[in-house]
């Protein structure tokens, strides 16, 4: 069995998270030489493979079989992967069934390596992520195997294969945000306190604002407003109060308090409530991380061309191993279709993301 053949497989595994519709036993399975290690919780299943073939670093290859529903509009069966023009659509071709394919096969196919090899995988990235990749690392930590360094293989590419490695992640803060004031009839303003007119002069020290200046890594983090609301929609009574909901993709230079200290100096004496919640902490891996420098050389010897090196987007598990210091990069096939219909990835671009996992199998324990 090939690549493409072991895509097509997990491909028609029904596994809308948190179910792995079997896919995990699978690919344990078919991985028969690497010690399988389960820890299910919450109804979900995540699986740790791992085969020791020497005493030097530990690499792990990491992500997920779970998938989103495949909703409505789709031209074939979603779970029925199907070949059109050199492309495969199926739900879960990009994200990120592709990768999940590319490093089981490159594992499988390993002879030979310095240290010790893994595979981690978990059902429930899609989903709350509650009970997935961080259960695993919790437990890997008791018992000694959490890896030093891991790629995530997430579709990361932008334009071509090959053009982009993620090297870290914004985080994201919540923010709610209540300006009180006291209701009252139109006709006599000055008898209430409204407070749409109080947060008006004020609102362009807060929506779109750069909290910090960025650097080499991130963008400079800002205050995103995504939601306001107030009133009784009605035109002849003045709000009681004012809702803001915002929201920061924050990098390592922004924390939850210099949004606080940013609102608070912005409102000053006004009658309001805050509410922070982080849903997920900034982490980036250094340029000249051992990782990032033998990954950079593989997808060159295999595509011809330099990747970019990213922190841009949304989150991904990759946040949990950078949470225990692990040294993590994403790498995948491109991004443009994922969790819409008629997702689909080519043959080309599957093929060659196994070449590259395969060249950094082969080289990682041969220097620094």
Known sequence: MNVIDLFMKLLSFESITPDDAGSLHYIETYLDGFEAIYVNEGGVKNLFLTKKFGEEEHLCFAGHVD???????????????????????????????????????????????????????????????TYGTQIMLAHLKEIGLLPDYCVVAEPTCEERFGDAIKIGRRGSINGYLTIKGRQGHAAYPEKAVNPVHQIAPLLAQIAGVPLDDGDDDFAPSQMVITDIRGGMEVTNVTPGELKIMFNVRNSTKTTQEDVRVHIEQVLGDLDYSLELTQGSYPFVTTRDSKIVQHLKESIKSVTGSEPKLSTAGGTSDARFMGAYGIDVVEFGVINDTIHAPNERTSIEEVEKLYEVFRSLIDTFSKGA
Do not use: H, N
Not at 86 to 100: E, L, N
């Open 67 to 129: 998938v989103v529903p495949p909703g409505k509009g789709w031209e074939t069966d979603p779970f029925v992967p199907v070949v059109k023009e050199g492309k495969i659509y199926a739900r879960g071709t990009q994200d990120m069934k592709s990768g999940v394919a590319a490093f089981v096969q490159a594992c499988r196919e390993a002879e030979s390596f310095g240290g010790r090899l893994s595979v981690l995988l978990t059902s429930d990235e899609e989903g709350d992520a």
